[in-house]
């Protein structure tokens, strides 16, 4: 089992930055990926950015060039740098962790920009 713990969504400005962070603990094994979704209302999640244990990352066009992923493999913990951000990226953003071929999914963190 993988427990992930989500933090650092919240409101901000069109334009504005945010960060988000998420830790994962338990049964850890490499090779592994970690990533964000995102996922509005009455829609699927769909991909935001993977990064794995390596550091290969992977990126949905609509973020391309605004959204830093990251990850510390010592703490376990995968990083989401939002910069110019639009309020068409308002949506729940959901940590995952992929390894051993199952997925682990956080709770969700609400990210809301403003006009």
């Known amino acids: 089992q993988v427990q992930l713990v989500e933090s650092g969504g919240g409101l901000v400005q069109a334009g504005g930055s945010l960060r988000l962070s998420c830790a994962a603990s338990g049964s850890i094994f490499s090779p592994n990926s970690m990533g964000w979704f995102r996922q509005y209302p009455g829609n699927e999640r769909e991909l935001v950015a993977t990064?794995?244990?390596?550091?290969?990352?992977n990126y949905a066009d609509s973020v391309k060039g605004r959204f830093t992923i990251s990850r510390d493999n010592a703490k376990n913990t995968v990083y989401l740098q939002m910069n110019s951000l639009k309020p068409e990226d308002t949506a729940v953003y959901y940590c995952?962790?992929?390894?051993?071929?199952?997925?682990?999914w956080g709770k969700g963190t609400l990210v809301t920009v403003s006009s």
């Open positions: 995952r962790f992929n390894g051993s071929r199952l997925d682990y």
């Open positions: 990064i794995t244990n390596g550091g290969k990352t």
